[in-house]
């Protein structure tokens, strides 16, 4: 019967990657800001590429639609680069949009039909309203879940109170996720909040100050974070802090059929494990504090590369709310079910730490623009493992496996990619 | 007698009667709640509605204070949030609801694992009667 190989017919590579500055742009719309990545990716090919080699284009994108009401965004932007006539896809896994058209561009090389494709996403969510951008995204949730008034920081509010009940954890715990991912962000200039906690802190002081009014003694970041005139509640137990902001941005990257890639570069990456899952609602899920679409994306990516958790050595992980980041490093075999909330406090997914997670500032810095952040996590893998990351740089000795991991709506759509430098 | 459509449409149908229904597989017996169509542990296709008895407990919850726009309408906000969350069926499967009865202003009172039991919230929108699955502490 069925073999389930799950390996490529042929090796894939990337061979270029960029991204744009991720924020809130009144003056820049979804084209501009894709420019800006294509642009990037299109410099980043070492030895160069002539644009008019791409033989097709699979771009994420959740919801535009909603959003600023414009639809059918892949043939938007294959006349943008000049790609039409050739063909181009859009992907819709929500949160995890631009990962699966990243995995469908692979697949697409690894068929033998394609040696060049461009994969990528792009999202336009600051033009809507919080209330408009807070429906939008509801419209990602399981009909059951939206249906009665979830939101997406709800969804995750009740992951946090079902592991806070289950592994004594608490908001404390979430605090220094939060901590952890800012002290990564200054160092990245595409971060749409480029400052560390403490500093935003100082800024949030020198306001007060400015207005007149009471400076509260916060001594430390702990402090601010547990003041709730600071740090207000949004679904309890997500605060302000635990949740990413609302962005726009683009990244892309460019695949080449493995055997070709040194035409392009001496420093290509292997796809060397790419996987996928679904997930369903609270209601049908195996458990509350675990993620069965990561699951079964990593198992997927580990059995495709052969290569075990403890052989990742440093990983984007989706933490569009801090809770999200310790499911996920437990999920993806990191760290044990239950340990996942202590080890941001100890140091050990610190950018110097044994394991950095989110040397990118995750999410919650650098920020989320939903259909272009799996791609905007391969390229910060891309930087880390060209040795081109700056003052972000991970640096351990041989630095070649890298992942992402990249969750959409309430955990229905997950997808966990290994990239490799050989 | 025609048999009775399972679907989304048909459970919200019951919800505005006061039942909150599931459905079995004849085949298997495993039952599920919200229904399904078909049984996804046999694929039996051959599925009957069961009215569930309404009593949990409380699984996980959230309170929010920023809700969609029909939360707005209903009048919560920063100042009086709402609390949703998921209930485990004592029939062994769970439900998202909103959660009645308890203080949201002060979210540590609410204790993961209370037992609750069923409440319908019966709301009209647009002339037609719509109603949201709640539970409420025991």
């Known amino acids: ?422 | 007698m025609e048999t009775e459509n399972i679907s989304d449409i048909s459970y919200e149908k019951y919800l505005n009667e006061d039942k909150l229904m599931g459905s079995r597989c004849k085949k298997c017996g495993e039952l599920y709640a919200p229904p399904r169509p078909i049984c996804i542990k046999c694929y039996g296709t051959d599925m009957e509605l069961v009215e569930m008895k309404g009593d949990g407990k409380l699984a996980a919850f959230t309170c929010i204070s920023v809700g969609p726009p029909f939360m707005v309408e209903e009048g919560f906000d920063r100042k009086n949030p709402y609390c949703v969350g998921v209930v485990e069926l004592e029939e062994g499967t769970r439900v998202d609801a909103r959660i009645e009865g308890v203080d949201t202003g002060k979210p540590e009172t609410i204790k993961v694992g209370m037992p609750v039991s069923v409440h319908f919230l019966h709301r009209e929108k647009n002339n037609t009667q719509i109603t949201y699955l709640a539970f409420k502490p025991k």
């Not at chain 1, 980043?44 to 080699?53: L, R």
């Not at chain 1, 709310?321 to 437990?330: Q, V």
Request: net charge neutral; with cysteine; hydrophobic share 40%.
């Open chain 1, 1 to 422: 019967m069925l073999k389930k190989r799950k390996k490529l017919g042929r090796g894939v590579a990337v061979i270029g990657a960029g991204m744009s500055k991720f924020g809130m742009f009144r003056d820049k719309d979804s084209k501009d800001l894709f420019a800006e990545a294509f642009n990037e990716t299109i410099a980043s090919v070492d030895k160069g590429v002539d644009p008019n080699e791409i033989e097709a284009l699979y771009l994420g994108n959740f919801s535009n639609d909603f959003f600023v009401r414009q639809a059918h965004w892949g043939a938007m932007i294959s006349d943008l680069i000049g790609l039409a006539p050739k063909p181009a896809t859009r992907t819709e896994g929500a949160c995890a949009s631009s990962a699966l058209a990243f995995r469908e561009g692979v697949f697409a090389i690894a068929s033998g039909f394609y040696d060049m494709v461009l994969v990528g996403g792009v999202e336009e969510m600051s033009k809507s309203s919080s209330t408009e951008v807070a429906e939008g995204l509801a419209l990602a949730t399981v009909p059951y879940e939206g249906k009665v008034g979830f939101t997406f920081p709800g969804v995750f509010g009740v992951i946090a109170t079902a592991y806070f009940a289950k592994y004594g954890a608490s908001h404390r715990d979430l605090m220094n996720i939060t901590i952890k991912s800012h002290k990564n962000a200054p160092f990245n200039p595409k971060s749409q909040i480029p400052f560390t906690v403490l500093e935003l802190m100082h800024a949030k002081i020198e306001s007060l100050k400015k207005k007149g009014r009471p400076v509260p003694e916060w001594k430390n970041e702990i402090d601010f974070l547990s003041d709730p005139g600071a740090n207000p509640s949004i679904a309890w137990p997500m605060h302000l802090y635990d949740c990413c902001p609302i962005s726009d941005g683009a990244s892309c990257m460019l695949l080449v059929a493995e055997d070709l890639a040194k035409n392009f570069t001496d420093k290509p990456l292997s796809v060397a494990g790419i996987g996928q899952g679904s997930g369903r609602g609270f209601h049908a899920a195996p458990s509350l504090t675990s993620f069965e679409a990561t699951k079964n994306a990593a198992e997927e990516a580990y059995n495709m590369s052969g290569f075990k958790p403890e052989d990742i050595q440093f990983s984007e992980v989706h933490d569009c709310f801090s809770i999200a980041e310790i499911i996920h490093t437990e999920d993806l075999g990191f760290f044990k079910p239950g340990e996942g909330f202590k080890v941001a406090e100890e140091g050990l997914t610190a950018l110097n730490g044994p394991m950095p997670i989110n040397t990118s500032g995750g999410l919650k810095s650098k920020g989320h623009p939903v259909g272009a952040t799996g791609t905007s996590q391969l390229f910060e893998v891309w930087k880390q493992l060209r040795n081109e990351a700056g003052e972000r740089q991970v640096k351990k000795n041989n630095l070649r496996i890298g992942a992402a991991h990249n969750l959409g709506g309430t955990g229905g759509t997950c997808t966990f990619t290994i990239l490799e430098r050989k």
